[in-house]
C-alpha cells in the first residue's frame, strides 16, 4: 500500500516519463506541443489522458458547462461515430453520462487498455505507447469531423 504522498510522488514520475517517452517519438518531435488536449478551440470539449490501476484511457471529453449544449454536441459527434471510429478497429466507447470522481456529469468518447497498473513501473511502457498512440489516432479523428461540428 502506498501513502498519498508516495501516490502524488508516483504519478509525477509516471506523468515525467510520459513527457520524456513522448520527446522520443520523431512525429511528435516537430510539433510545438505535443498533443492538442485543452486546445481544441471547441468550447466544452477537451482531449485527455487518465492512467489508473484499471487501465489507461485516452479521452475525448465534451465537458459544456451548459447541459443542452453539450448533449446537442454529443449527438453531432455521433452523426460522424463511423468517420471517428475509422482508425480503431475496436471502435470508441460512447459515454452519454459519464459521472468524474467529483460527482460532475461529462460525455465522454474514449478507448481503453485494461489489465495494465500505474502502480506497477514495469508496465509504464505499455501506458505510453498506448496513450501515445491512440491520442495520435484521436486527434485525427478530432481534426476530421471538427470543422462539420462548427
Known amino acids: 500500500m502506498y501513502t498519498k504522498e508516495e501516490i502524488k510522488e508516483l504519478k509525477k514520475e509516471f506523468w515525467e516519463g510520459f513527457g520524456t517517452y513522448c520527446s522520443q517519438i520523431p512525429a511528435l518531435k516537430k510539433r510545438k506541443s505535443k498533443f492538442m488536449l485543452y486546445n481544441t478551440k471547441m468550447k466544452g470539449v477537451e482531449l485527455k489522458f487518465d492512467a489508473t490501476r484499471d487501465g489507461a484511457y485516452v479521452i475525448l471529453e465534451i465537458n459544456h458547462p451548459d447541459d443542452t449544449k453539450r448533449f ?79
Not at 83 to 94: H, T, V
Not at 95 to 106: K, P
Not at 108 to 132: P, V
Request: with cysteine; aromatic share 16%.
Open 72 to 150: 446537442e454536441l454529443f449527438e453531432k459527434f455521433e452523426l460522424y461515430k463511423s468517420i471517428m471510429e475509422k482508425q480503431f478497429p475496436a471502435g470508441l466507447i460512447w459515454d452519454f453520462a459519464y459521472v468524474r470522481e467529483c460527482g460532475t456529469e461529462v460525455c465522454r468518447i474514449y478507448t481503453t487498455k485494461q489489465g495494465i497498473d500505474i502502480h506497477r513501473r514495469i508496465q509504464w511502457m505499455e501506458f505510453y505507447q498506448f496513450m501515445a498512440s491512440e491520442m495520435n489516432k484521436l486527434e485525427k479523428a478530432f481534426r476530421t469531423v471538427k470543422e462539420a461540428l462548427e
